[in-house]
Structures are given as C-alpha cells and as structure tokens.
C-alpha cells in the first residue's frame, strides 16, 4: 500500500494545544491526551483522522462526553469521527508498553531509562494523533513516576513546576512555548546526571545547555558540550539564526536506531554520537559528534521553526542540514586544505554509498513520489545528495546570494510547514533568478553523466569546451529531462599555473569559472587561450554527477601535481588508481600474472614526501578507491577479483614506497597529550595509513611497529589502527592483542562496538568466524550499534568475505533480516538493503542472492519495511 506525493489533502482541523499526562511505568503506562481542534476551512472534509500503532484505547471522549462506538471508526490503526464538529476537545486515554518496545519507536525503556523516537511516525504507539508534519501544536506534558527510579524527568521546552506526589513518585511539568508537529514531542525519564553550562547569546539572552548521560559517563561529555556551544555560535554568525529557547539538553541513549533526533529543546542522540574521551574515541569520532551535534542543533531553525508539510519533502530539512553541517565542520577547521579534506570526505560517502542507492531498485528523487514505509526513506539521496542540491544553490548564487536566500526562506515561512518548491522559491526570489529548471534535481531519480570534449584551436587562440549530459532511466522514469548542472571550471597552463579566463564579454579574468549547463549539449568558448590547457573540470565538485573526460594518465599525473583545486588534485590521483585497479581487476579475472605499475608508485611517491602539502590532504590522496568503489564502476561485479586487484596495488605500492612510508610513520607522530584538532588528526591520519600500508608486507619488522604502537599508544586512534593492522596479519602478537583490548574495554560499549565492528571486517574474518563472534556473550541482536557492529560491519564492511563464492554470506544475511525484523523492522530494513545490487554480479553469486531475497521475501512475518525493500529488490525478476 503505497502513499502518493500526489494526493496529498490539508488536515480537516488544526489543533491549538495539546496536554499529555505520563503515568511512567515500564510495563504499563499510562498516557492522557487531551487535544483541542479548530476547524480547518480549507480543509476539504469533517472527517476527524487520528493514527494509532499498537496502543491500547482506554478512553475517547468528545467535548466532554464518552464517544459512542458507532460515532467512531476504528480500522488498522486510522481511527476516524466523521462528521467531527468544527470544534473539538478530544481527551484520549491510551495504554502502552514500553518495556516490550524493540522498535525503538515511540516510547521504549533502554537500560530501564525511558526515552522516546516520534520522526517520523512514532508518536501514533503512543497515543492516537493526527500524526502528520502539517499539524502543530503547543504542548503540555505532565510527567509522574517513580522518584527513586526516575529521578530525572524531562521533557520539550520549559520546566514549570515539580514536586513530590507523596507516594514515593514525584512530577515535573514541562510547557514549550513553540508550535511543533508531534515527530518532534520527546520525553526522557530516568536516572541520569548532566554536565551543564549558562551562555550568553548574540542578544545578550541566556540559556542553560545540557549534555545528559548514565552515571559513569560525566567524564565524557566536554566534548560534545563544546560542540553545541560552537554550534550556536556559528549559526549566529553564518545565518543570523539565535537560539530561542531558555534551556537546550542533549540526552544519550545506548539504544538508538538512527544518529540522533533533533526533538524541540530535548535533543536524544545515540551515545555514539555524544560520548567522548581519548580513551574511547577516535579521531573519527570526535569529528562525527561534532558534525551531528550541529546537524540536530542547526534543525532547531531548518526543520524545527520551519518543518515539512509531508513527508515527501523530508529533504526539506535533511538535505539543507546536512549541507549546514558540512559547513560547519569545515569552517571548525579552517584551513583551505581542511576545508578541501571536509569536502573530499562528503563526496567520498556520496559515491560509496548514494550512487549506488541512485543506480539501484530504491533508486528515489531527493523529493519522492510515493513509498510505502516512510522509515526506509532517511536514505544518503535525501540527506547526502539533498545537501548536494543545497551546496548547488550556493555555488550559483555564492554565499552571500544563499544568505539572502535563506533570509527570505525565514521571513515568508517562519513557524510553517513548507515544501521544496518553497525553499526553491525562496532562493529564486532572493537572487532575481528563474529557477524552474532547478525543480528536476529534487524530482529525477539517478546520477546524471557529463561528457566533456574539448578543443583547442592554436590559431585563434580559442578553446572549446563542449558539455553533453545523460541519465539512465530508474523505475518509472525512463527519461529524464537535461537538469541545470553548475559546472566550475579552471584551464592550466604549461607550468601547471591557473590562466585567466575570458568567458562570453564578461571584464574580470577569473581563474575560475561556474559554467551553468542547461541543454543536453551545450559549448562554451574560451578566448584568449595562449596555450594548449589541461582542464580541471568540476572542481570542488560543484554537481553531483559521473564527470567523463577523457584525460591521458599524463594529464592526471600533471592535475595531481599541480591543479590548483585541491578537490580536483585529489580527483586525478583517484582516477589513475581507478585505471589501475580496473585493470588489474581483469588481469585477475583471466588469471593473468598482476603487473606492478611505476607510474602510479612515483605519483603516489610524490605526494608522501611533499612536505609542503597538508598531511590529512596527502592521507586522503593515498587512499584508494574502496572495494565498492570500485564495483560500481563494472559492468558485472567480481569482487573476489577487485579483493585481489586491491591488495595487489596496496602491497605492490608498500613494496616500493616501503622507505618513504617509514619516514611518514616516523615523521608525523605527535608528541604531547591527546587533541582532536585537525592538524594532529591529520597527522595521525597519514601516520596510521602509512601503518596500514607497511601492514599489507605482513613482515617481522611491521608486526613490530603494529604492536610497538599498540602497547604505547595514548588514544583510541592509535590504538585502533594498530590493533586493525595486527587482526589482518599473520603476527604472533595478534590473538592477544584482541585479547587484551577487549578485557581493557569491557566497560565500555562503544569500545566493543569497535572490538565487533574491526573483526567483522578483517581479511580471515568469514561467515563462521562471524557465527562465532555472534555467540559472544556481549553480542546482542536488540542493540541496534552492536547488530551494526557486527552483522552489518560484515556485509557491508567485508565484500571479499560476504561475496563468498558458496554463498554462505547471503544464508547468513537472510537468517539475520529475519531474526532482526522480528524485534526491528527499521534497523532490520536496513540490513535488507545490502543485496540492492544483486543485478550486477556474474550469474553464480546472482543466483545464490536472488535465492536468499526469495527465502526472505516468502516469509509469512515480514514487516512493511522489510517487505518494501525486499519487494523492490526483486521486482522485475
Ligand atoms: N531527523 C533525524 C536526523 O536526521 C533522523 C531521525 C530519523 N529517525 C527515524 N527513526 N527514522 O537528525
Ligand atoms: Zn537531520
């Protein structure tokens, strides 16, 4: 049963207030709503609609009198009063258990806390609501329960009152002065403690921030404490955008289905999104709390104080908060080059993980037209290249056009709930531009292709430039119309130096251009081109599309060197790796003897031992293309044959660069106590893949080094990294180290996480070995982080192992969708997925996979997440 985009219809009433009444109990609470309803007059029909899932109905009540059964109707879920009144005061009185809620949607008890997850539609288990975007409300929310058990209680906005109801229970009652829809209701009850601090805003206001966590983990909070106070700071700077509660808390949940939640005033977050120390985090780490730590905070204005008028629009908010903390985190670093590194890992997630979502059965526009489960739609195109299509409106405007934008986007719609077309309006409006080509970003599925071919012409001094764009059709869009792609561009010279550029009449000599492609083909004419240029093409990667050009390995060796556009440095050098690797992926697939190849090791060279060049800058430039990378780019996937190729390439560079990467391990350590900044990060950073280089020699003197870092190291970088190198060895020291790890750890959940997580993915890690880990009396299939430790870390995280060519990878994946559905449908969902691109492998794992999808698909149990992946999956088979 799919929803349409389509036929979407305003709410029949609106409601003014909400007060909910919370009798917390485990197993049996409590829930009084009392709602009151205007009429909607552009509402097309009096039938009052409520949603409820899996809630007891106690009591319904109309203006205040007991609901007739035949006044009422109550079908899966939709309860439904036809004919309600133009006003209405509706009390309800629900019963829930949250104990027995594996979902981890709607309100559910984690490690005997009680915590809430209502985006999207969780609030229906737990009472009965017009549970959609378009309806706001100001709430009230009278919490009781135990005192001794629960001596926290918090809930959205501000704290009114509280006291002791004398029977060994107390209460708190929170108000929030801001209308909400009811995804954003939240309430945590428990046994908590916080770190705290009072700031002053831009307006010389204060506010009390809150970072709440179990005892036990005050020593962890500092740093995403001083993430949420750069977090506020930057969105006063950046946007003019104030913080406009009194009071702002961060509460950490060990069970969590997703990140975190941007609920008004009461943010949840999984712990692994909040704590932090050198003890338990890495580099990694640090730099993804500070990132979600501002994605929920920034919400608090794109999403919160404007939010979706449906569902379809969630990009609305998530791909324009996502684009707000890309840049967040790069101006927390600051430099140029980390700006390029911030940049280069973003597009790195897009082409692991949205082109292939984008070139398979899930394939979806950044505005869908319809889907069945909602939940399976918080996917890398609505976040990832929705903040794409945002980072576009910047780089057609600039930032001060987008800021104007943004302003205008607050000053029509404050306090509404919007669409796309109106953030596009908005942005079109603020910069005098007609934007209605734009509109097919949010509604074409698919990653379109830019072709370039270029000429130049030594007499005239002119050089072309001819751009030819294409998309492949996805499911029920067999032709796309062209988009309006922006496409910056930059020529160099000889010497590898930026030219001027002459463009059109236009007076300034840029070395940079946005050429604005709108047509399926379209040249430009560069003038006064004294030389034959090399092109650097799409820099900053300014679209989210394929960029074909067919560029010799000399070029890219010259770009790699030379391009004045880190992104485009970076590019060229991923290029020439994807040449080699594709081909010695064939070599290997005929069996052919793998050929080592100099070219590439003397560019690799260059880059290790330019000491003028940022460390993390020359770490990310010597990462090759992943696994998966690299199958997205054949047409029929081997992947024992890009394991082999892979490996080959890593050990062959090691081999000859086995002194330089000695230098950079000794080089970049750093002294002193542990600092996540960028600067020592990246150090770190291209110290450890020097480490994982050496590691790939699998000799005496590396197993050393590894176990020589493992024993000395003072954070949790170091220590992983020695650690992962030491589990894909043959070293003696390696069983102990794991060993070792997990006795020093077994305190700390997300430091077993990692323990599950790096084995999962190891080189001898295979599906045995993963049955074996899966007994483990830590392991448990209720946790969502530890499920995703181990059981996705493997088919995900481990191709060479999960493509095993008996197909015991998929049994597995099968019996884990299943057995994971049956608590999880969402986290369950998303383990579904990992076969989206059974299609594209060779016949013999194709058929095993398709085997697994059906074993999955006939069971009589699924749920509706589950069945619409897999559904989509199969269809057309
Ligand atoms: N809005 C949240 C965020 O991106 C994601 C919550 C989605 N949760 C879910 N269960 N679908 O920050
Ligand atoms: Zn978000």
Redesign the pocket.
Known sequence: AAIYRKDYTPPSHWISTVEMGFDLDPSATRVATRIVFERNHAGSDRTLTLYGDEVELVQLRMNGKALAKRAYQLEQGVLRIPSAPDDVVLEIETLIRPDRNTSLMGLYVSNGNFFTQCEAEGFRKITYFPDRPDVMAKYKVMLRADKRKYPVLLSNGNLIEQGDLGDGRHYALWEDPFKKPSYLFALVAGNLICQEEQIKLQSGRKALLQVWVEEGNLDKTQHAMASLINSIRWDEKRFGLELDLDRFMIVAVGDFNMGAM?NKGLNIFNTKYVLANPRIATDVDYANIEAVVG??YF?NWT?NRVTCRDWFQLSL??GL??FRDQEFSADMIGTDSGRAVKRIDDVRVLRQAQFPEDAGPMAHPVRPDSFVEISNFYTVTI?EKGAEVVRMYQTLFGRDGFRKGMDLYFERHDGQAVTCDDFRAAMADANGRDLAQFERWYDQAGTPRVSVTTRYDAGAHTYEMTLVQSGASTAGQEEKRPFLIPVSVGLLDGKGRDMPLSLGDAEEQPTTVVLELKARSQTFLFRNVMEKPVPSILRNFSAPVVLEYDYTDAELAFLMAHDSDAFNRWEAGQRLAMRRLLALTALSQSGDALQVDAALAESFSATLNDGELDPAFRETALNLPAETVVAEQMDVIDPQAIHAARRFLRQSLAKSLRPSLLNAYRDNAVNGPYSPDAASAGKRALRNLSLSYLGELDDEEIHALMQKQYDNANNMTDRMTALAALANSRAAGRAAALARFYSDFEQEPLVIDKWFSLQAMARTTDVAAVRKLMKHPAFSLKNPNRARSLIFSFCNGNPFRFHAIDGSGYEFWAEQVLALDALNPQVAARLARSLDRWRKYAPALREKMHAALKRVADSSRLSKDVKEVITKSLAGA
Do not use: I, L
């Open positions: 941007e994605h929920e919400h999403g908010k998530e908060t996502v976040y």
